[in-house]
């Protein structure tokens, strides 16, 4: 935990010693995303965090907020044990009913759908201004955050950011945390291309 504190702070000292004045100003962005996320207990799901983005790039700076954090899991502990999964002759996934030997529809060999409601904050530094993924050039980020519920937990993050037209941009994002992994898209959208203003 140390090394990574000394990193992170290295990594601030550095970016401030080397930036330039630009005139670029501070943005405000409507976010939303879309991945998978883990949850030590809770099993394997989707997640859609939906919030807001501020960008200050004279400082290299991305703050975000996720005003709501939606994950759906599915809990594979409480399925009927009645119905088991296996695979036709075909190769094609069904699902059996044991006590009829019938095809039954899928639903009955998955778990229930359990959705967890969360909130959190983080903020990243922008150690690289310019790095290639897939040919594209886009911004690294690097920074800490926090999750406010199911669980709750500090967390590291590292994502690429892209530029897109209009003011727009999309990036990729992953955050580590106590019991807590989520990896996804997201996207970003200035507030007045929501209200349908150019």
């Known amino acids: ?34 991945g998978f996320v883990n949850l030590d207990q809770r099993g394997l799901g989707v997640d859609v965090p939906l919030g807001f983005q501020l960008i200050i790039p004279r400082y290299r700076l991305v703050a975000s907020v996720q005003a709501l954090d939606l994950a759906l899991l599915q809990q594979q502990g ?50 690289v201004e310019t790095s290639f993924f897939g040919g594209k050039p886009g911004k690294l980020a690097l920074g800490v955050g926090y999750r406010g519920l199911n669980p709750r937990t500090l967390y590291g993050t590292l994502g690429l950011l892209f ?17 807590f992994v989520y990896v996804g898209a997201n996207w970003v959208l200035p507030p007045k291309r929501l209200l349908g203003k150019h």
């Not at 935990?1 to 005139?23: D, I, N, Y």
């Not at 190769?91 to 998955?110: E, I, K």
């Not at 530029?163 to 019991?179: C, E, F, K, Y």
Request: proline letters at 4%; hydrophobic letters at 40%; glycine letters at 12%.
């Open 163 to 179: 530029n897109g037209p209009n003011g727009s941009g999309t990036g990729i994002r992953v955050a580590l945390g106590r019991r």
């Open 1 to 34: 935990m140390r090394f990574t504190r000394v990193l992170l702070l290295s990594l601030l000292l550095t970016g401030a010693l080397g930036a330039q004045e630009k005139p670029a100003s501070t943005r405000l962005y409507a976010a939303f995303g879309l």
């Open 78 to 127: 409480r399925t009927d044990a009645r119905f088991v999964r296996a695979f036709t002759s075909y190769g094609q996934p069904a699902c059996f009913d044991t006590q009829t030997g019938y095809l039954v529809s899928s639903f009955r060999c998955g778990g229930d759908t359990k959705v967890l409601l969360s909130l959190g904050a983080d903020l990243s530094f922008i150690p």
